[in-house]
């Protein structure tokens, strides 16, 4: 059982569409992410929720819209994709209220905007 | 956020100890240290974290400088599968995010 899942792993798709990136944890955590990684393998966080309430929205644009469903799910749309948007963007859980949680991180979902 | 410091790369021969180096000089009183790691096309994971003392665990050691300004992870005995990027990331205790710097690339060589 995979503990923080994605799909898809990987999307590619043309400047201007619409897409979202799936997440899902089994490991009942309250609190989950999404970061981006660029070209430059530099790490970004870009939201936060915890009990699906927004805690951290790291001056993303617009265009990025999460929603969490429920504590296990994450999804991430993004609207009018442009070339700059292509990265790879992980999900991740943690089990805050503890004096530090770790981080448990998919495997990642590659999107290539062409 | 408290910043950390580590070399770009280090190299190290399979079946060899490594030392991985982090300076954190601005490192406040409620901040833990964590290390992850991620290896080649995955996500990152966790490998260990401290306040003050040292910490052992199944993946790795971290030795902490007794003001707390520097640590080091230390990776017994490198493996092939070691080969990683190695973050090291300063976390308070109720801040949700973890912030990752550059890292540093650990080879390893047969």
């Known amino acids: 059982d995979t503990a923080v899942s994605q799909t ?3 999307l590619v798709t043309q400047m201007g569409n619409d897409k979202s990136i799936k997440c899902e ?3 009942g955590h309250d609190t989950m992410y999404w970061y981006k ?3 430059k393998k530099f790490l ?3 939201f936060s929720y915890n009990n699906k309430e927004l805690i951290i929205n790291e001056t993303v644009p617009n265009r990025f819209s999460p929603k969490s469903p429920d504590k296990a799910h994450l999804n991430l749309h993004i609207n009018s994709l442009e070339l700059g948007d292509s990265a790879v963007y992980f999900c991740a859980s943690s089990q805050e209220g503890r004096p530090t949680g770790e981080l448990f991180f998919g495997e990642g979902s590659r999107l290539t905007v062409l | 956020d408290a910043k950390t410091t580590q070399p770009n790369s280090m190299e190290s021969n399979e079946e060899e100890p490594v030392h991985l180096p982090c300076n954190h000089s601005t490192i406040s009183g409620t901040d833990y240290i964590h290390w992850y790691r991620q290896l080649p096309s ?3 994971e966790y490998v260990i974290h401290g306040l003050t003392s040292n910490v052992n ?6 030795a902490i400088a007794e003001d707390r300004k520097s640590s080091t992870l230390i990776l017994h005995r490198a493996t092939l599968r070691d080969a990683a990027v190695y973050y090291c990331i300063l976390r308070a205790v109720g801040d949700y995010k973890l912030s990752f710097g550059a890292g540093t690339t650990v080879t390893v060589r047969a």
């Open chain 1, 8 to 10: 898809p792993k990987y």
């Open chain 1, 25 to 27: 944890q089994n490991l």
């Open chain 1, 37 to 39: 990684q660029d070209s």
């Open chain 1, 44 to 46: 970004k966080i870009m």
């Open chain 2, 42 to 44: 995955q996500g990152p």
């Open chain 2, 57 to 62: 665990n199944r993946m790795a050691s971290l």
